[in-house]
Each structure stands twice: as structure tokens, then as C-alpha cells.
């Protein structure tokens, strides 16, 4: 199947600090999705992408829709304590009804 | 509020042993999936059902089955377990429609077998 590649594996981080990652792939989409999984929980839905260059915000997180549109990236501005977790992009098939494949994942842990 | 709930947190079960995994969510979506979660590999998709009664191969449906007698209800079925199936299993339903974007997930199954 497709494959997602997101980078960093892991990120160890001070409160406060801004963090970056990206997702890849050797395919195309249309969409772009990205989920955070706090720990002990199931991943939940972010941000939606649904248009080449597109930047969305959800409070202090800002995703874009990568030109090429085989990546994505995804920003958190002044980490808190509470943005501990998992963070996976998704993306769904290009032919409607489609399952989603998810991303290798980002591990974010934050020091005190 | 919408709610997908996993029977169990932890389970541990011996090699060759059958294993049940039960999965019910309250929000009448027509979609189920489930994934296994492992460190380095991300979510990936073993089986999914857009239907009562009708189920779909995921990326890795190799020693799974599942069941879905009941639109709310699916379950995961590992024939003979072995000790590579240790995993996070996790649960997940959707609306249905054109796009499978949003999926609400359980909490997940810790699964070891030894």
C-alpha cells in the first residue's frame, strides 16, 4: 500500500518552543489529515487539507498542503505541556471512498 | 458525544490461543475499521466494513478475520495468535459517504501474547 513517512520519529522539547514536522510520500493526494494521539487515548482529528499550498490553523497549530502535494507539514507555536502525544498525517485514497493511510507518526515529549 | 468503546484495555493470551476483540460504537456510522499501532510503523490497516455483514481487506489482514453481525458491533478475531500479533490494536468508525476523513477512534486494546 501507500506509504507515509513523517519526520522526526521524536522530538524532545522545552515548553515553549515552536516544533515542525513533515509527512511524505512517493504519491499524490488530494487531501492531507493530520491526527494527535494523547497518550492512553485513540488518535483525534486536527486539520483538514484539502487544496495544493493551503495553510490552516487550529489555535496554536498550522498545517500546509505541500505545492507538489506528496507532503505536508505541520507547526505548533509555544508548546505546552498538554501537546505531549503522537502526532500522525492521514490521507485517504484519491478515488472517493477510500481507506486512510496513516503516517509513521511523531512522538512529541517535552521536557521540564 | 460520540463514543467508540474497546471491551478491553489489556489483554494477554498464549501462542495458538483464539482471540476476541470486541469493538461497539453508539453513533449508528456505517464504516468500521480496525488498525494495529506499532512503534516506528504508525497505524496500519487490517480490515474494514462499510456495511453490516460486509468486511474489506486492509494492508495487513494476514492471521485476522473479523465479524460484523451488527451495524454498531465489529469484531476482530485472531484465529491462532502468535507472538508477532503483540500489539496496540485500535478501533474506528465514520459516517460513511464519498470520504472516510474523519474517524473516530476507541481507546485501544493492549495485546500481548506470549
Known amino acids: 500500500g501507500q506509504q507515509l513517512n513523517q519526520s522526526p520519529q521524536s522530538m524532545f522539547i522545552q515548553e515553549g518552543e515552536d516544533v515542525s514536522m513533515n509527512c511524505t510520500s512517493s504519491s499524490i493526494f488530494n487531501t492531507w489529515l493530520w491526527y494527535k494521539q494523547d497518550p492512553g487515548e485513540g488518535p483525534v482529528l486536527l486539520i483538514a487539507?484539502?487544496?495544493?499550498?493551503e495553510l490552516t490553523s487550529n489555535g496554536r497549530l498550522t498545517a500546509q498542503f505541500g505545492i507538489t502535494r506528496k507532503d505536508s507539514f505541520l507547526n505548533i507555536s509555544a508548546s505546552i505541556p498538554s501537546d505531549v502525544g503522537i502526532y500522525f498525517c492521514a490521507a485517504p485514497g484519491n478515488f472517493g471512498n477510500e481507506k486512510l493511510t496513516f503516517g509513521t507518526g511523531t512522538r512529541l515529549t517535552i521536557i521540564p | 458525544d460520540v463514543k467508540v468503546t474497546q471491551s478491553s484495555r489489556y489483554l494477554v493470551k498464549r501462542t495458538g490461543e483464539k482471540v476476541f476483540l470486541e469493538c461497539v460504537q453508539d453513533?449508528?456510522?456505517?464504516?468500521m475499521f480496525w488498525y494495529r499501532q506499532d512503534p516506528g510503523l504508525g497505524l496500519r490497516l487490517i480490515y474494514f466494513s462499510y456495511d453490516v455483514k460486509m468486511k474489506e481487506k486492509g494492508d495487513i489482514p494476514e492471521g485476522y478475520s473479523v465479524s460484523r453481525e451488527k451495524k454498531e458491533r465489529f469484531s476482530l478475531i485472531l484465529e491462532s495468535a502468535s507472538t508477532n500479533q503483540t500489539s496496540m490494536y485500535l478501533c474506528?468508525?465514520?459516517?460513511?459517504?464519498?470520504?472516510?476523513?474523519?474517524?473516530?477512534f476507541g481507546s485501544g486494546t493492549q495485546l500481548s501474547v506470549l
Open positions: 453513533m449508528d456510522h456505517e464504516n
Open positions: 487539507l484539502y487544496k495544493a499550498g
Open positions: 474506528a468508525s465514520s459516517p460513511g459517504g464519498a470520504t472516510n476523513e474523519k474517524l473516530f
